[in-house]
């Protein structure tokens, strides 16, 4: 059973940094896909970002594009996603998630097998 915890998230202020990591059991960086889907109030979730199991590429969405970054820790089994800059619309719930395929939009295709059970990330203006 694939299991993920998150954690990091808080409040910050609109400019600054936050990062959020993801420890993962039952699951290996070479057995599929793993990124970061968000969910802001009130909306759709959204996948940010997302590693592929062929060869480690990251790829983002344009909305995070240039200020996040995903990484990972492969003796610990953790995820990581380094948010920079941060604006007030990047307020979300952050799920990290694994899948079969990273597409060059930071989205898990064809969907998501298995959800973290979510960090809150709050940035204010």
């Known amino acids: 059973e694939v299991q993920l915890v998150e954690s990091g998230g808080g409040l910050v202020q609109a400019g600054e940094s936050l990062k959020l990591s993801c420890a993962a059991s039952g699951f290996t960086f070479d057995d599929g896909a793993i990124g970061w889907v968000r969910q802001a109030p009130g909306k759709e979730r959204e996948g940010i970002s997302c590693r592929s199991r062929r060869d480690g590429s990251t790829y983002y969405a344009e909305s995070v594009k240039g200020r996040f970054t995903i990484s990972t820790n492969n003796a610990k089994n953790t995820l990581y996603l380094q948010m920079n800059s941060l604006k007030p619309e990047d307020t979300a719930v952050y799920y990290c998630?694994?899948?079969?395929?990273?597409?060059?939009?930071?989205?898990?295709?064809?969907?998501?097998?298995?959800w973290g059970q979510g960090t809150l990330v709050t940035v204010s203006s």
């Open positions: 998630a694994v899948g079969v395929v990273c597409r060059i939009d930071g989205v898990l295709h064809p969907g998501v097998d298995a």
